[in-house]
């Protein structure tokens, strides 16, 4: 319970700072509509890539060199324009100052602009005013690239800001690269340069020599204060330490984190020009990543317009019909069963054990790839070849190698056997192991002792749950809904009765974005994770409410 109480105090702080996702002001949760956003999530052959896909693929190019052409993406970007003048990063996704700003990108690439100019700059004049109010009061990185997103889209709309001076002043103030390096483009796209530029070079020469004496340079830093740099005519007085680091990617861009890859390529390429540097593993890398488009791979994406991603594909298909998927799953179960090794697990890729990689690090990774096996293979309706070593394997973990294990392997072994439809051996004696280890955690104790189908036996744990969520109701806390949906699901696994289980309800419609789905505080992107916590949440939250008639 100790990092979801420090949560519930840290959300005041979060909150003064402008930083949380703005919740809707009423309505209930809709079920329904949470469903849709699911199936939305869902990868199919006609799907359009993620916006922000086609945005970062375009810069790479643009940094390159290389042709890139979007015009196949215009019709769809300028469909993204939503009733308030702003983009969405996919169908039916609010409005966001970083949707709109990569909108209007692909869109000038594309020779084409927004079809209402005019409802688009007043969007991002309002996106800056409430920048501008949160920077008032504290300033950090996520309302910094905000704002510079705001100014970097209404210069593509020919939209001068009234309160320019305040937002270039407020990244002036920032002291890192990143701050440096948004004043000085947003002023160069507004004709407003910084004042003693020879000032500017000082400062940031200085501040790179330091951080790179003390080994705390982040790419993201250097890469700013390369850029800036370069803007501003300078040089560095360590220009050795600048190297940078060849960027060869092992894979093509693929899977949850295509979009950082993206990103990470343009930054690298960024700086390999700026620094006259070879990179020769640009065109490979180019060639591998021509397709933004997501693989066909059955199942859901985090994200619409995203990669695969197998570790949620089973809980999400549970809710949009496991039946339905029968068919398309059958080629992934058949390579899947090809990776049963002789002693009944599951393995991906082989994995070795290294001086960077433990034997119980090897352990986890065989128990993550045995239970993607079973999904698959449960979601196919097919068996695996040999289930009598696998289950061996399974309750030698559960004999010899719990203490090993962190309480998510402990739960990922029990959702094999659950996969399975069976039980480990001796699972009272676990069931101990696991509340003396992890009894501070109260949502992990009774996720286990359902999966055991044992009663939970925590004494006090329901008081110092519904403790967290009272301090919610009294102060009106909107807090990430995996992390409530945890707590909520803890006090109905325990049986307990919560007599405000309708202000908690009422609390996730508040939550509940316009696209149906539910985002992570500090996003305006709904995701398939929170979504699917808020279903489950939703589920548990009526129970108890029923409990209380």
Excluded at 150 to 161: F, K, Q, T, W, Y
Aim: charged share 25%; proline share 5%.
């Amino acid at each position: 319970m100790n990092r979801k109480l420090l949560l519930v105090l840290l959300v005041p702080v979060v909150l003064a700072c402008g930083a949380w996702p703005r919740w809707s002001a009423a309505g209930e949760f809709d079920r329904q509509r949470a469903v849709e956003f699911v199936h939305l999530c869902r990868n199919v052959p006609d799907r359009q890539p993620n916006l922000l896909l086609i945005y970062w693929k375009l810069k790479v190019c643009e940094a390159a060199g290389e042709a890139f052409d979007v015009k196949p993406y215009a019709e769809y970007a300028a469909g993204l324009q939503n009733a308030d003048g702003g983009f969405g990063t996919w169908p039916r996704d609010a409005s966001t100052a970083e949707g709109t700003l990569a909108a209007l990108a692909v869109l000038r690439a594309a020779g084409a602009g927004p079809k209402d100019k005019s409802a688009c700059a007043a969007y991002l004049q309002k996106c800056l005013d409430g920048q501008l109010g949160a920077a008032a009061r504290y300033i950090d990185l996520v309302i910094m690239r905000e704002m510079h997103g705001c100014l970097m889209a209404m210069s593509m709309v020919a939209a001068r800001p009234p309160r320019l001076d305040e937002a270039l002043g407020y990244l002036e103030r920032d002291g890192r690269p990143w701050g440096w390096y948004y004043r000085v483009t947003a002023g160069k796209a507004f004709n407003r340069p910084v004042n003693d530029p020879a000032a500017w070079i000082r400062k940031l020469d200085d501040l790179a020599s330091v951080e790179y004496l003390r080994r705390i340079w982040r790419t993201e830093d250097r890469h700013c204060a390369i850029e800036t740099m370069h803007l501003l005519g300078g040089t560095f007085t360590y220009g050795g330490w600048i190297g940078l680091a060849s960027y060869e990617p092992t894979s093509t861009p693929r899977g949850p984190n295509r979009l950082g890859q993206l990103e990470d390529a343009w930054r690298n390429v960024r700086m390999a020009r700026l620094l006259k540097q070879e990179t020769p593993w640009l065109a490979q890398w180019l060639k591998e990543s021509a397709s933004i488009e997501p693989s066909v791979v059955p199942g859901f994406a985090g994200m619409p317009g995203m990669e695969t991603d197998s570790s949620i594909t089973l809980r999400a298909a549970r809710v949009a019909g496991e039946q339905a998927m029968k068919d398309e799953m059958s080629q992934p179960a058949a390579a899947w069963l090809e990776k049963q090794k002789p002693d009944g697990y599951f393995e991906e890729e082989e994995t070795k054990i290294s001086r960077w990689f433990t034997e119980v690090e090897q352990l986890q990774s065989r128990i993550d790839s045995t239970w993607k096996a079973l999904a698959v293979l449960h979601l196919a309706g097919v068996e695996t070849k040999d289930r009598a070593t696998l289950t061996a394997w399974l309750n030698g973990i559960v004999d010899k190698r719990r203490q090993d294990l962190t309480s998510h392997g402990i739960l990922r072994v029990l959702e094999c056997f659950e996969l399975l439809g069976g039980q480990p051996a001796g699972g009272a004696a676990l069931a101990e192991h696991f509340r003396a280890r992890f009894s501070n955690d109260a949502p992990a104790v009774v996720r286990l002792c359902t999966l055991l189908k044992i009663k939970p036996n925590l004494p006090g744990a329901d008081a110092r749950l519904m403790g967290i969520l009272e301090r919610v109701r009294e102060r009106d806390l909107p807090m990430e809904v995996g992390v409530l949906a945890e707590m909520v699901e803890a006090v109905d696994g325990l049986g307990a009765s919560y007599p405000h289980a309708d202000y908690i309800a009422a609390l996730l419609g508040r939550m509940q974005r316009a696209d149906g789905g539910f985002a992570k505080p500090g996003s305006d992107h709904s995701n398939l994770y929170d979504t699917l916590a808020a279903i489950r949440m939703s589920e548990a939250l009526r129970r108890l409410m029923k409990n209380e008639e």
